[in-house]
């Protein structure tokens, strides 16, 4: 991009966190409800300060920042250059979250940890099988999983009841009144 007059990048404020946005990083534009969306992530993981949480396609870091006051330690992985880097600058200050820039099912695999909770937050498309398996495999307690898709958040969360995970429940977030845009925000527990 090529940047005409003023900043090379946007500053937005969620739940009184500030956010360094790029250009080419995705970012929530209804700031309002990016703040709701971060509260029901928040009352969905009910974080302690023993928790270590993993943030899977963390962006500019939303969730990351905000669990981040609760949580021992938070592990986020995003595959945007522009979104790990725009992240590296918004968690400077904490010294509880550690970034990996690479894909899910590459990243996730090699994260060394007991993960207690999990954000999912992936792109449209949801998560893809090899994503969903290494998060299997890790077996966190909780999920908040976010999504922009009704149907491939269905269908994830098929695969994950499969396993020993039940859906506690859904609550959609109308991100643009008056169109089909709904981010929905989904709690799963593991049962054992």
């Given at each position: 991009p090529v940047?005409?007059?003023?900043?090379?990048?946007?500053?937005?404020?969620?739940?009184?966190?500030?956010?360094?946005?790029?250009?080419d990083s995705f970012f929530q534009i209804n700031t309002l409800q990016a703040a709701v969306l971060v509260d029901l992530v928040s009352e969905a993981l009910s974080l302690n300060d023993d928790d270590v949480v993993a943030d899977l396609y963390c962006g500019v870091g939303l969730f990351t920042c905000a669990l981040a006051r609760v949580a021992r330690r938070i592990i986020g992985i995003e595959l945007s250059q522009s979104a790990v880097e725009d992240a590296q600058r918004n968690t400077a200050h904490l010294d509880n979250v550690e970034l990996h820039r690479g894909r899910v099912e590459d990243v996730l695999p090699?994260?060394?940890?007991?993960?207690?909770?999990?954000?999912?937050?992936?792109?449209?498309?949801?998560?893809?099988?090899?994503?969903?398996?290494?998060l299997i495999r890790h077996r966190p307690r909780r999920i908040a999983y976010v999504s922009c898709d009704p149907a491939t958040l269905a269908r994830d969360l098929r695969e994950l009841v499969k396993v020993n995970?039940?859906?506690?429940?859904?609550?959609?977030?109308?991100?643009?009144p008056q169109t089909f845009h709904v981010e929905s925000v989904a709690l799963l527990e593991r049962w054992e």
């Amino acid at each position: 991009p090529v940047v005409v007059c003023g900043n090379d990048f946007l500053t937005e404020e969620v739940g009184g966190i500030r956010y360094h946005i790029s250009p080419d990083s995705f970012f929530q534009i209804n700031t309002l409800q990016a703040a709701v969306l971060v509260d029901l992530v928040s009352e969905a993981l009910s974080l302690n300060d023993d928790d270590v949480v993993a943030d899977l396609y963390c962006g500019v870091g939303l969730f990351t920042c905000a669990l981040a006051r609760v949580a021992r330690r938070i592990i986020g992985i995003e595959l945007s250059q522009s979104a790990v880097e725009d992240a590296q600058r918004n968690t400077a200050h904490l010294d509880n979250v550690e970034l990996h820039r690479g894909r899910v099912e590459d990243v996730l695999p090699n994260v060394d940890a007991v993960l207690d909770a999990v954000v999912l937050d992936p792109p449209r498309d949801g998560c893809t099988p090899q994503a969903l398996e290494s998060l299997i495999r890790h077996r966190p307690r909780r999920i908040a999983y976010v999504s922009c898709d009704p149907a491939t958040l269905a269908r994830d969360l098929r695969e994950l009841v499969k396993v020993n995970y039940v859906l506690r429940w859904v609550q959609p977030v109308d991100m643009f009144p008056q169109t089909f845009h709904v981010e929905s925000v989904a709690l799963l527990e593991r049962w054992e």
